[in-house]
């Protein structure tokens, strides 16, 4: 197993691994970059991982108004703890979407894991093999 051949955006060279048989890491791997794009693609949908913490301080200033305005009288307490209720669904709402991203991005992971493994067993160098 070599180091790939790619060079990074920085200009230096790649130092991942390069596939079996070829010169190139999935990175730079020129057939694989309809499947980087899409990669790419879903991750951009999925919002990157500073929006919930924009979502949270958001809520946390609209909270703060409405604490404001409940001291001053100019919003009444039901209203103000009806709209607080809101604010922690949307607070659980997005802490279930981070739950529900991380459990995406680990699922990916062991998918590449897993073809990895299987790419290395095809190849018939794998570690088993070398160590017994």
Known sequence: MGSCSGITGA????????????????AHHPDRA???????????????????????????DQLADLYDSVLTGQVEPKVAA???????????????EMKVKERQELEERLEQLEEALERQREG???WASRIG
Do not use: F, M, W
């Open 11 to 26: 200009g230096a060279r790649c130092r991942a691994i390069a596939i079996t048989g070829s010169d190139y890491c999935h």
């Open 34 to 60: 309809k499947q980087r794009k899409r990669a790419a693609r879903k991750g951009g949908q999925r919002g990157g991982r500073g929006r919930p913490v924009v979502e949270i301080a958001s809520i946390k």
């Open 82 to 96: 009806v709209a607080s209720q809101i604010a922690n669904v949307c607070t659980r709402l997005v802490e279930t």
């Open 124 to 126: 018939g160098s794998s």
